[in-house]
C-alpha cells in the first residue's frame, strides 16, 4: 500500500476541517484553531500513517493507526487524524466504526433546494433505473463519494453493468496509479492499483467495470499541483486519455465530494467537472451521494433527509423527479441529481448495504479460523485471482482481548467461538486468516451458493 500523497491530503483535509469538526459534535468553531495547528495535525497523521505503513499486514498497520487515535485525544490532531483513521477501518471491513470516527454533518444551507416534498410535483424512483434513463445520449456521468462511508459507493458498483449495456464504454476513479500498468490484463486490483482502492468495495469497482469489458483509466493529477491546479490536472488527463484517441468514448467517473461539482468556487479556483467541461465541451451528468445520507448521528442528517425518512423509508436509494423527469437535487445548481439513502440496518455489526442490492450475500465465518489469536483479520478471495489480490471482503474479529469490539458485533457459537459475516457474491473464494503479526493461522476455500432470494 503507497500512503496518499501530501499534495491530496493537505488540501482536501483542510477543506473538510469545519465540516468534519461540526460532525465529531464538537461546538466550536474551527477559526478558532490556528491553521498551523491543521497543517501540524495533517503532517503528524502523515507521519503516522507513513509509519503504520511500515508494519507487516494490514492489521498491524490498522491497530497501529488506532493506537495513536487511543493516545492522542487532542481536538485539533483528533479533527483530522480520524478522517485517516476512518480509511483503515473500512480497509479492514469495520464500516460501523469507519462511519462513527469520521462523519460530516449536512446542515441545512442558503444555497439549498426545497425539500421535494414541499415543492409540487416530485415522486420518488428508484435510483438505478431513474439515473440510467437520464444517462442515455450522454457522454459522461460522475458519481461521487465519501471516502471515508462506503455506502456511496454501492450504487455505482451496481450500475456498471446496465450502463455498459448503455454503451458506456471507459471508467475513472479518483487516486488509480497511473504506474500500474498490467491492470487492464490482470483483471483485477491489488495494492499497488490505488489508494481508495484497499477498500474491498472501491475494489469491487474497479474489479467488475474491468470484468464488464470497460477501459480503466487512472487520472489523478500526478505533479505537486494543489488545489484548482490539481483539479485542472485531473481534467487535463481525462481529455487525453479518453477522448484524444477515442473521441466517441462515453465515461464514468467516480470521485470524492465535490470534485464533480458543475458550478461555484471549489478551494482556491474551480473544480475538476468544471475544467473538464470548459476543456471538452462535455456537459456531464453529475450525481451526488455524499449529502442525503444516513448519519451516525441523526442529528447531523440534513432536515430534508429526516423530512423523506419520516414520511416513508425507501427499499433502496431513491431519487426525485418531477412529471417532465427533471431530477431534484439539493444543490441544484452544482448537481444534476441527488440520490438519497435509506437507514442502515446491521447484522452482526456489519450493514445491510454490503449486499450490494442483491449481488452479494452473507456468508457466515467463525473464529476457529483464528486458531485462538485475537485479533485476526479473515479475508476472502476470488478464487481465479492471485494472492496479490485485494479481497472480495474482510474483516477483524476481535474476541475477549484489547480493545475487543461491542457485543453486538459478534455473537457466540455453541462451541463458544465467535461468529462473524463476510458478503461474497454466489461463486468461490480462498479464505485466509491472519494474525497481528501477519501469520496466516488458516487457509481454506469455501463455495457461496446463490440463494433463491437472489437476482
Not at 473500512?90 to 414541499?118: C, E, H, K, M, N
Not at 435509506?342 to 450490494?356: A, C, Q
Request: hydrophobic share 40%; aromatic share 10%; net charge neutral.
Amino acid at each position: 500500500m503507497n500512503p496518499m500523497p501530501a499534495r491530496v491530503t493537505l488540501t482536501a483535509l483542510l477543506w473538510l476541517t469545519s465540516t468534519a469538526a461540526i460532525a465529531q459534535g464538537d461546538i466550536q468553531q474551527t477559526s478558532g484553531v490556528a491553521i498551523h495547528q491543521q497543517r501540524d495535525a495533517v503532517m503528524k497523521s502523515e507521519r503516522v500513517m507513513a509509519e503504520a505503513l511500515k508494519r507487516p499486514g494490514l492489521l498491524a498497520q490498522y491497530l497501529a493507526m488506532r493506537d495513536v487515535y487511543a493516545t492522542d485525544t487532542s481536538w485539533p490532531f483528533r479533527v483530522i487524524f480520524n478522517q485517516y483513521l476512518s480509511w483503515f477501518q473500512t480497509w479492514v471491513g469495520d464500516y460501523a466504526a469507519a462511519r462513527a470516527t469520521f462523519s460530516i454533518a449536512q446542515p441545512a444551507a442558503r444555497d439549498d433546494a426545497p425539500s421535494p416534498l414541499r415543492e409540487g410535483g416530485y415522486t420518488a424512483q428508484p435510483a438505478a433505473a431513474a439515473i440510467l434513463e437520464m444517462a442515455r445520449g450522454q457522454k459522461a456521468i460522475f458519481f461521487n463519494e465519501n471516502h471515508s462511508y462506503a455506502l456511496t459507493r454501492t450504487l455505482t458498483v451496481q450500475m456498471l453493468a446496465a450502463l455498459r449495456e448503455e454503451g458506456f464504454d471507459t471508467f475513472a476513479a479518483e487516486t488509480l496509479y497511473e504506474t500500474d500498468t498490467g491492470l487492464q490484463q490482470r483483471g483485477y486490483p491489488t495494492a499497488e492499483t490505488g489508494f481508495y482502492t484497499e477498500e474491498p468495495i472501491y475494489a469491487e469497482m474497479v474489479r467488475e467495470a474491468l470484468r464488464l469489458g470497460y477501459r480503466v483509466v487512472a487520472y489523478e493529477a500526478v505533479s505537486n499541483a494543489t488545489g484548482s491546479a490539481r483539479e485542472a490536472e485531473q481534467a487535463r488527463n481525462l481529455q487525453r486519455d479518453v477522448f484524444r484517441e477515442r473521441p466517441d468514448s462515453r465515461l464514468v467517473v467516480n470521485a470524492g465530494y465535490a470534485h464533480i461539482q458543475e458550478s461555484g468556487k471549489y478551494l482556491d479556483g474551480i473544480a475538476m467537472a468544471q475544467h473538464f467541461r470548459r476543456m471538452t465541451g462535455i456537459d456531464p451528468l453529475t450525481v451526488e451521494q455524499t449529502m442525503m445520507i444516513p448519519h451516525e448521528k441523526a442529528a447531523n442528517d440534513h432536515p430534508w433527509y429526516t423530512q423523506i425518512m419520516q414520511a416513508s423509508i425507501p427499499p433502496g436509494p431513491v431519487v426525485y423527479r418531477d412529471r417532465d423527469g427533471k431530477a431534484w437535487a439539493l444543490k441544484k445548481d452544482a448537481y444534476d441529481v441527488s440520490v438519497i439513502f435509506p437507514p442502515e440496518t446491521s447484522r452482526r455489526g456489519r450493514p445491510d448495504w454490503l449486499t450490494l442490492g442483491g449481488l452479494r450475500q452473507s456468508y457466515q465465518v467463525t473464529g476457529a479460523l483464528c486458531d485462538s489469536s485475537y485479533p485476526c483479520l479473515i479475508e476472502a478471495r476470488y478464487e481465479n485471482e492471485g494472492d496479490d489480490a485485494i479481497p472480495a471482503d474482510r474483516l477483524v474479529i476481535e474476541w475477549m482481548g484489547r480493545g475487543a469490539i461491542a457485543s453486538d458485533r459478534v455473537r457466540e457459537s455453541s462451541d463458544n467461538v465467535p461468529l462473524a459475516d463476510l458478503y461474497l457474491r454466489p461463486g468461490r473464494y480462498r479464505l485466509t486468516a491472519r494474525d497481528a503479526n501477519n501469520r496466516r493461522t488458516q487457509r481454506q476455500t469455501i463455495t457461496v451458493r446463490a440463494s433463491r432470494a437472489a437476482p
